[in-house]
């Protein structure tokens, strides 16, 4: 009894002392260097002249959202963009806005929008970050699911933008370079000719930005940190959202053998194709330890569903942690509210 008594205790001073290591470890790292968040603006000045009072009331709600969420680099898309110029004057509504309310400044950077009335950009808090470059990929070919089908561009993206970020704590400064993505829509699906609400060219889409993610990572020197963001509009299941993690490859798709792309947009693969995803989706991951319904970026129709999302190297996961250990991820936000889409915040801390 006594040595069970014994071993019972000691069970006790290692759990207590573990979690004391635990949360010592996560204090260290002081304040995160970087609050990262992503925000579909829905449509953000596409109807200004018509609906005036909405869209000085949408200014006002999205701009609550991303000073509760305390942004430091706001991935957006949708901006209305009739032209890059007025893309670029568009969004920088948005950043004066969001200075008269946080008081911080914060610099506007958009991409060329290719025959679509909406683009994607960036929102940097100055005092956060310094931009070292953009590049922007809009008319950059996609990689093609088939030999013989139609070459595609991005149209709307994607959008890299590249800053350096000042460690905290007397920590040493660090590149961090981010993709903002918005794939296209399951809107007017019955004009796709692949019968699949155009799933197939988000597949390609997600290809040719993991190909520009793992290039970054290549370009970047060992402490450079890479990110895509944005709204994939497909969820976290579908066969783009897996290509876009790298845990499949558009490759697969080519031969039936390998994997058949379902009904559901879903992936139907052989076993024997089991690789490591080299970015591990934030939210998805969340999801994955909640249990119920509810859980997602978007309202559409009645359900919610995650279409939206931040991905990390794998490699990094650790600086994407809090002090439980989890990968960290907030939506913030109303359905309704400012936009159809949840804002999504994680912080970096190294």
Same mark, same amino acid.
């Given at each position: ?9 000691? @069970?006790?001073?290692?759990?207590? @002392? ?15 260097? =970087? ?22 009331? &949408? ?22 963009? #009739?032209?890059?110029? !007025?893309?670029?004057?568009? =969004? *920088? ?6 200075? %008269? ?5 914060? %610099?506007?950077?958009?991409? *060329? ?31 093609? !699911?088939?030999?013989?089908? %139609? ?36 809107? /007017?699906?019955? &004009? /796709? ?6 799933? $197939?060219?988000?597949? *390609? ?12 990572? +290549? ?24 290509? =876009?993690?790298?845990? =499949? ?14 009904? /559901? ?11 490591? #995803? ?7 991951? +969340? +999801? ?16 919610? $569903? ?11 996961? /650790? ?22 889409? +949840? ?8």
């Amino acid at each position: 009894m006594k040595s069970k008594r014994n071993q019972y205790f000691f @069970l006790m001073i290692v759990w207590f @002392l573990s979690g004391s290591v635990l949360q010592s470890l996560a204090d260290q790292r002081g304040t995160a260097e =970087l609050r990262i968040c992503s925000q579909n603006l829905h449509n953000f000045k596409v109807f200004e002249r018509k609906q005036y009072e909405r869209e000085a009331t &949408k200014l006002k709600a999205l701009v609550e959202r991303m000073t509760t969420a305390q942004c430091d680099v706001i991935g957006v898309q949708e901006v209305g963009s #009739p032209s890059y110029r !007025l893309a670029l004057k568009n =969004l *920088e509504a948005l950043a004066s806005q969001l200075q %008269k309310t946080s008081g911080d400044s914060y %610099k506007a950077v958009v991409a *060329e929008s290719i025959r679509s009335p909406i683009t994607v950009g960036f929102l940097v808090r100055e005092k956060a970050a310094t931009i070292t470059g953009t590049i922007d990929y809009s008319k950059q070919v996609l990689p093609k !699911l088939s030999v013989l089908g %139609k070459p595609h561009t991005g149209n709307r993206g994607p959008l890299l933008l590249r800053l350096k970020v000042p460690g905290k704590n007397q920590k040493p400064s660090r590149p961090v370079s981010l993709i903002t993505i918005h794939f296209k829509s399951r809107h /007017d699906g019955f &004009k /796709d000719r692949s019968g699949t609400n155009f799933e $197939t060219l988000r597949m *390609e889409m997600a290809e040719g930005v993991r190909q520009l993610a793992e290039n970054e990572v +290549k370009n970047l020197d060992s402490s450079g940190i890479v990110l895509i963001l944005g709204d994939r509009n497909s969820e976290e299941d579908s066969a783009a959202a897996q290509i =876009l993690t790298g845990k =499949l490859l558009l490759s697969d798709f080519q031969s039936p053998q390998h994997c058949l792309l379902t009904r /559901d947009q879903d992936a139907n693969c052989n076993p024997r194709i089991d690789r490591t #995803p080299k970015f591990v989706p934030i939210f998805a991951e +969340k +999801k994955k330890r909640i249990s119920g319904s509810g859980f997602g970026s978007i309202r559409y129709n009645g359900r919610v $569903t995650l279409i939206d999302e931040i991905l990390i190297e794998a490699a990094d996961r /650790d600086l994407f942690t809090g002090q439980d250990r989890q990968l960290s991820g907030d939506f913030i936000g109303i359905f309704g509210k400012g936009s159809d889409h +949840k804002l999504l915040v994680s912080e970096l801390n190294w």
